[in-house]
């Protein structure tokens, strides 16, 4: 256990002395967080459009009580109201715009008022995922509340009241998109050139013959090398997710699938590197086998563009490449709540993760034949 | 000094693929003594010290290290434990101190030993401790691998080719540190392809070449044994000098205008000196040289070992 963690104390010393080291695993990626987020957000932003659809429709006008509802609504001056026409399938409507703020006026709603049972549909992402629904809501609830007073002059008995439903919104920003791709990316580069830089260049200065000289087993030193990467990649994961929280107001559901896709990512990319280090033994040669490997995965593995926008033959390339579940799974656990989905890539990562770390460990040459 | 043997090896062989680094080589080693493992690059010293401590199986033969069988798991572990390794061309963590780099290795063996302070004192870096690893010298580098190989008070140290590449004053330090080791009783088992080196430090040597032992012996007894003679350089003597020694002395000859003479017995030098004299011989100095280690290997192989290359 103390041989253990100096071989993690050692290694983390080593990591903060490093400047490159320190930049690619922690600077660049926030670096590159902040570019893309600058380049891609001005663009404009879906989620203040409010979308109503006026379903009390008589003889093709808006009935009287709706319009005036849906006037108030426009008094207010807060909202980007858009208005949807009645024939429109809600459900639909809502999926192909990318909707993520509606208010839905139902039929019957100028008669409903009368009798003073009237009710409106406010159909909002939750507001953990985008804050702006909350005040929204506010500002519809408000309405109604003028409305009320200005029909019966008091409130209550209320006239109208409002339903809250949930929707799952498939238009994220481009950052929500990008900063668990990003982490992805991040995990996958810093067990991969930690595990080939550490092992290649541990090995050329004699450092690793030297410790199978000592009572230290291959076995304690691989744990070592992956509690140390595990360290390291939690470190890089937090520092991305506080700067994008701060800077990006990006929303993160932390849940356990995030933890165990992080911890599975943690290893399947040492092991990884492990593999690389075990057939390339310079570290020029090491570093650039890294990279070939890297660079590619990058890009298509969906880090910085959905998968759904490229050409099938590199989508079906994806489909082999461990970080675009590892990637999938992190933007189905943080951003889009979805639990099946984040289940089933971790339990991909996982199984892949293990199976690496297996062979890389086995593979690792410690003593000589 | 007792005699008791803390390495017994006994017909090793090591085959790489098609090589046969080390083949079947015998010798002991006793408790306290600076022994020297000799011989150009390529000659199988690593190999064999690296059998020793537990790096490499061998291919047949039987070694025991501090009556521990190299060969079997328990006996492996023992050794490990009880022995010091520097391996060639050793270097140790750059973003690491001299004090956490030794602290380091001392961890792997369950902190046991003496304390890290000691160890930095003993090859004098206490000025050093805080620096870090990768802004020392070559010399001083050498010196904290040498600490580190001590981490673990070994009863055996190991040090593989411990000066090649270190300036003659580094090289220096490092044998005033090896001697001290020695005075401490410790056992040393040294490999360098620095004939000088060996007869400076050890109390026996051993010469390897192509995995086979060609000498063991103490440096005098190697020397007196193969060595040649004692001889006289007559410096710049030329033809001249040549034609005045040739009668007494037929097997003089010149080597690049000096004359180089023999001595066998003591009133050679003396008559030599007088031959000279009495003809009024033009000539640069007299130098008498004794024989050294390196024309043992000379003298054994034809050959010369220049920067541990074969020449
Ligand atoms: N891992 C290896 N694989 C194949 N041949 C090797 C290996 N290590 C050493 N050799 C060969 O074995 C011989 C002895 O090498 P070595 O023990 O390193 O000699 P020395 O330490 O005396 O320079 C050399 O011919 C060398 O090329
Ligand atoms: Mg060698």
Known sequence: MKRIAAIVNGALRTWFRSKTTLFWTLAFPIL?????????????????????????????????????????????????????????????????????MMLIIPEGFHQSSLAQNASVTLKTVPIEVDTTAATVRGVVEQVIEYFNIAATGQNPPQVVTMQLEDLVSNNYRFIDYFVPGLIGMTLMTTGIFGAVGWNTRNKELGILKKLATTPLSKFEYIIGVILFELVMCTISTVAILIVGVLVFNVTILPNIYSIILIVAGAITFPGMGMVIARFVKETDSADAAANAITFPMMFLSGTFFPLETMPELLRQIARVLPLTYLSDGLRDSMVYDNASSALYNTAIVLVVGIIFIVIGSLITSWREE | ???????????????????????????????????????????????????????????????????????????????????????????????????????????????????????????????????????????????????????????IIFLDEPTTGLDPKARRDVWKLIEGLRDQGKTIFLTTHY?????????????????????????????????????????????????????????????????????????DLPNAVMALNGNKTKFGELIVRRPNLEDVFLNLTGKKIVDGELN
Request: hydrophobic share 40%.
């Open chain 1, 32 to 100: 590159l967080m902040l570019l893309f987020g600058a380049i891609f957000n001005v663009s404009d932003d879906p989620r203040f459009d409010f979308y109503v659809q006026n379903q009390d429709v008589i003889d093709g006008q808006p009935s009287m009580l709706s319009n005036t509802f849906v006037s108030m609504l426009n008094e207010t001056g807060v909202l980007n109201i858009k208005m949807v026409d009645a024939t429109e399938n809600t459900g639909t409507y809502i999926e192909e715009k990318g909707v993520e």
């Open chain 2, 1 to 155: 000094m007792s005699n008791q043997a803390v390495i017994q090896v006994d017909s090793i062989v090591k085959k790489y693929k098609d090589v046969t680094a080390v083949n079947g080589v015998s010798f002991t080693v006793n408790r306290g003594e600076v022994f020297s493992f000799v011989g150009p690059n390529g000659a199988g010293k690593t190999t064999t010290v690296e059998i020793l401590v537990c790096l490499r199986d061998l291919t047949a033969g039987k070694a025991k290290v501090l009556g521990f069988d190299v060969s079997s798991r328990k006996g492996k572990q023992q050794i490990r434990k009880r022995v010091g390794v520097l391996p060639q061309d050793f270097n140790t963590f750059d973003l690491l101190t001299v004090k956490e780099n030794i602290n380091y290795y001392k961890r792997m063996y369950g902190n046991v030993g003496r304390d890290t302070d000691d160890l930095i004192k003993l090859v004098n870096l206490e000025h050093k401790s805080k620096t870090l690893y990768k802004n020392l010298s070559g010399g001083l580098k050498k010196r904290v691998a040498i600490a580190i190989t001590l981490a673990n008070d070994p009863e």
């Open chain 2, 195 to 267: 004939m000088d080196e060996a007869q400076v430090l050890s109390d026996r040597v051993v010469i390897i070449s192509y995995g086979k032992i060609i000498a063991d012996g103490t440096p005098s007894e190697l020397i007196l044994k193969h060595g040649g003679k004692t001889t006289l350089i007559v410096e710049d003597g030329k033809k001249e000098a040549y034609e005045v020694l040739k009668t007494k002395f037929p097997k003089a000859r010149i080597e690049n205008g000096d004359v180089l003479v023999p001595i066998n017995n003591k009133s």
